[in-house]
């Protein structure tokens, strides 16, 4: 029997025991050299346990409290989390100490230790009730188990919002002496920054977030600052990511301000003024089409931006002159300057040879359509011509093998210079190009029946098609997380007509939705008017089958034209069988074949005349024909095309359509009236 079994001595408690245990339990998890532990042992309100950080053997005063909570037993609820409940008093007086808090939670059964973190905690209670605070308490729910990792990860998001604390503390002192009116902004990961640093950001950075595209962040930013900023540079630049995200009225808000202090801008910034500010007023409406071409014209010597004006111009000339024969080779030679520039900036050059691919792609599919209905319509006049078939697909694999090659330089070449600009505009304008070819080939093929020659129309283009909406939805994605609205709708708009062109109807309303809600939110009235046209029979498939039909008429007009200079020369035959030769019989003649007009007789003493009215001035060529008749040889002069060679070339091959016979007609006029005869052998 001990003594102390005599005496009135004070009892122990068992939850006093447990809270101990758990103490003892949790100290030595924390790592001596990195945390400081104290115990709160003075009244109680709530917290048990104060744990200031240390940092490379030194103490900080970045410190963060815990509440503490014990129990010898507890089951998990049925998703597996432990619960404890918090009055809600014991929330309110953690949050008060202003500085990081835990709730740590001992099972002894389980000799495992569960913690929430409090802002956690009341964002979750807030989450479900913003009157929280009038109820007595809360349920805390955790399965996150505190352990070496979770403990580290604890240390460091303290580290951070502590310093960020102090931080605060010191710009907050320092602006409330100097200029009262500055915003503070404090970010979700406890970064802050003042208003000034903000706008010193922008306007260092700005234009190289804007070439990378990267609106959203620029969007962000601005918000942050106040609207008094008087900065142009920071205006202007806040104006271009609010035009290109098609936020116009916001944009033209920023490009008035910006007007008050151009003269403080750069030449070179006042122009992007002047281009940016014109065309937020023509997008609105607030100028018309010709007041923003006089500002576009005043451009033009810009040396900043005369390669957007140029390349803008030339496009327009283009689509205005299309019917012209030369139109392409003069909008080619436009572009071309403009790449070739040494002034012109990667950018420029960059969107410059992306705007050449798809109207280069273009014109070879419209060339192609129109070549395949002339060739239908003289195959069934005829019948199947394959000298012409095979030389229209030798001409196409030729040119689809250049425009192949240009992309896949271009391609690398973007890549390299990493402009987000350029990238998207290049894919999709090769999306727009490879899906026309696909739309032509479905609307037109070769009409006369060969056996085992393929029709395109029997060619399986579901594997294109899919990879074409693949790249369409990267494209589009791309332009949703840098705002870029304007290109976000033409390529939604690609989709859409490539969704109605393989009869998905219901998919394509999908994107017509999202098209109509975007012009909506944006109040984009010249987006809506575009649209509305494409969604009124404005597709590239009824533009093709327009025009379409228009070469065949052009083809039949063509056909007449052919009849009536076949008749024309015929008669000439006639006349020429009706007078009488009056060639000396002494005259030599020699013989010549003009493909196709067979053989004419040439006095040789005239030969230098006959060659002349040709056009046959290269030396070694008549040269050669000189020697030709010298031998009794008859030559063949192929006079499809300009004459530089001796022999038939690629014979009816060469026959360039209506032009070619009309050269031919002028031709024979020529030599009918200088009386070079044409015999028949």
């Known amino acids: 029997m001990s003594l102390l079994d005599g005496m009135k001595l004070p009892k122990s408690s068992i939850k006093e ?6 103490k003892d339990k949790l100290r030595p998890l924390f790592e001596n050299s990195l ?5 709160e042992t003075y009244r109680d309100k709530g917290i048990d346990i104060i744990f200031e950080l240390k940092y490379k053997g030194v103490y900080t005063n970045f410190r963060f409290i815990v509440q503490l909570k014990s129990t010898n037993s507890k089951k998990p609820k049925s998703d597996g989390a432990y619960s404890w409940q918090i009055d809600t008093s014991n929330i309110q007086y953690l949050l008060n100490a202003g500085i990081p808090a835990y709730y740590i939670c001992y099972v002894k059964g389980l000799d495992t230790f569960y913690f929430k973190q409090l802002n956690s905690f009341v964002a979750e209670i807030y989450s479900k009730t913003a009157d929280w605070n009038k109820q007595d308490s809360h349920a805390l729910k955790t399965i996150d188990v505190l352990n070496e990792k979770s403990i580290m990860q604890m240390y460091n998001d303290v580290r951070v919002r502590c310093e960020s604390s102090r931080k605060l503390n010191e710009t907050l002192h320092i602006i409330n002496t100097e200029v009262v009116n500055k915003k503070v902004s404090i970010y979700s990961d406890y970064k802050i920054t003042d208003e000034s640093a903000i706008v010193d950001l922008i306007e260092r950075n700005g234009f190289d977030l804007i070439n990378k595209g990267q609106f959203r962040d620029l969007i962000l930013l601005t918000d942050k600052v106040s609207n008094d ?3 142009p540079r920071f205006n202007l630049i806040a104006g271009i990511t609010h035009f290109y995200t098609s936020h116009l009225f916001d944009a033209l808000a920023y490009f008035k301000k910006a007007q008050r ?4 801008l750069s030449i070179e910034l006042q122009e992007h003024l002047s281009y940016f500010h014109a065309n937020a007023k023509y997008s609105i409406g607030y100028i018309n089409q010709e007041e923003y071409f006089n500002v576009l014209k005043e451009l033009e010597s810009s040396q900043n931006l005369s390669g957007y004006v140029k390349i803008e111009e030339a496009k327009n000339i283009y689509e205005d002159t299309l019917t012209q024969e030369s139109s392409f080779d003069l909008f080619k030679q436009r572009i071309f300057s403009i790449i070739n520039d040494e002034k012109s900036s990667t950018n420029i050059r960059l969107i410059a040879k992306s705007e050449y691919l798809l109207y280069w792609g273009s014109k070879i599919n419209m060339d192609h359509i129109r070549q395949v209905a002339m060739i239908n319509f003289l195959e069934s006049q005829t019948g199947p011509n394959l000298s012409l078939r095979g030389k229209l697909a030798r001409q196409l694999e030729k040119e689809n093998k250049e425009w192949e090659a240009f992309y896949d330089d271009l391609d690398k070449e973007i890549m390299e210079a990493k402009n987000f600009f350029a990238l998207n505009m290049c894919k999709l304008n090769e999306i727009k190009v490879r899906f026309e070819t696909i739309v032509q080939n479905s609307i037109i093929s070769f009409e006369a029946i060969i056996p085992d020659y393929p029709a395109w129309s029997d060619y399986d283009h579901s594997n294109s098609i899919n990879t074409i909406l693949i790249n369409l939805d990267k494209i589009a994605n791309n332009y949703r997380n840098k705002y870029y609205v304007e290109n976000l709708l033409a390529t939604l708009s690609t989709k859409y007509e490539v969704l109605m062109f393989i009869k998905k109807h219901s998919d394509a309303e999908k994107v017509a939705a999202e098209i109509y809600q975007l012009i909506e939110f944006h109040d984009l009235k010249e987006a809506k008017r575009k649209f509305d046209f494409l969604r009124n029979d404005g597709t590239m498939e009824n533009a093709l089958l327009n025009m379409l039909s228009d070469t065949v008429g052009k083809a039949k007009k063509d056909r007449n034209e052919y009849d009536l200079l076949i008749d024309e020369m015929v008669e000439l035959d ?9 060639q000396n019989d002494h005259e030599r003649v020699v013989i010549v074949e003009l493909f196709p007009m067979k053989h004419f007789l040439i006095p040789k003493q ?8 040709l056009h046959v001035n290269n030396y070694q060529l008549i040269k050669q024909l000189n020697m030709f008749f010298d031998n009794n040889i008859i030559p063949v002069l192929n006079i499809f095309n300009e004459i530089e060679r001796e022999g038939y070339l690629n014979g009816m091959a060469d026959d360039k359509g209506i032009e070619s016979w009309r050269k031919i007609r002028d031709i024979r006029v020529k030599l009918f009236n200088q009386k070079f005869r044409r015999v028949l052998m």
Do not use: A, M, P, T
């Open 17 to 22: 025991e447990l809270e101990q245990l758990s």
């Open 35 to 39: 945390f400081e532990f104290r115990e």
């Open 229 to 231: 900023i008087v900065s």
């Open 261 to 264: 202090e151009k003269e403080k």
């Open 574 to 582: 006639e006349l020429e069988s009706k007078i009488e030769n009056d």
């Open 606 to 613: 005239r030969l230098d005349e006959f060659y002349e009215l």
